[in-house]
């Protein structure tokens, strides 16, 4: 397998938090650099050493950044748009200082040019028993009898290639129903609330953190001709902000969380207000190490486990109210 190369600039406090949101993006190691580690270890006298090869002394003028891979395939590009998001939204945030420029390149290949190289990833294929996603510079497949999907994903997580994407869509397909009200929470490029639209589903509200990714997911509907009287999307924070709460409303016969592991157990006391007590659950992008955490926290709030699925490191899961 061939593998990325992905280097993030970063500042020495912030490296050890982001590190441990990488992984809950998929990503397993890491390597370190910081001038002000390598400092600390030069000015240790008890150190056990008495000459440093000049390559070596070099980390002292060093940028901090943290450097991983991933497989150089459509489940490593998935991983990828789901963290360049990550990045984006740090950015914005209120602690942007805090983790510095968050530049990154990915095998030597700059931030700005990597939004059109990933395409190469993206190919038709289905999806479970009835969808079939495509690209818009793809053509359809012939003699199909699946639902066509069409998806441009832009910068936003959600081609469908990526596991956890896959496990929802799967998932949903027991559960869903003609004439459902949809709620696509971490919508990213929209292709869940989408795909549920497609296969009948009455209407569908979208929410993501960043505006790019509502964005995306409001022209992905409107490529797959579905009005904009019954596809709508916010972007904000549920878990702080009221007001949105208010306007996403209940009554939802099926949730679709897609995120990553700490947001889903911070939206666990809420995903039962948007819900109909015979709604649907769907919770999906977290790595098998955290998810006994993730249910665990679901079931406290009210949720019983229907089915549990794994693929390839990652968990997603189908849940319903307690009755």
Known sequence: MNWMEIKIMTETPALEVLCALLTDYGVKGFVTQDK????EFLDDKTGKWDYIDEDVMQLTECDTSVTFYLPDDAQGAEQLSGIRNLLSNLKAGENAEFFGSLAFSVNNVREDDWANNWKQYF???PVGEKLYIKPSWEKIPENTDRTILEIDPASSF???QHHTTRLCLELSESVLHEHDKILDLGCGSGILSIGAMLLGADSATAVDIID???????ENAEKNHIRPDVYHAYCGDICSDAELREKIGSGYDLIYANIVADILIAMSKLF???MKPSGHLIVSGIIIE???EVLNELTANG????TVKEKEGWAA?????KS
């Open 36 to 39: 002000e580690s390598f400092q």
């Open 123 to 125: 190919k038709p294929f």
């Open 158 to 160: 959600g081609t469908g």
């Open 212 to 218: 790019n990714a509502v964005r995306t997911a409001v």
């Open 272 to 274: 039962g207000t948007f």
């Open 290 to 292: 955290r998810a006994d």
């Open 303 to 306: 949720f019983e486990i229907l």
């Open 317 to 321: 899961a189908l849940l319903k109210i």
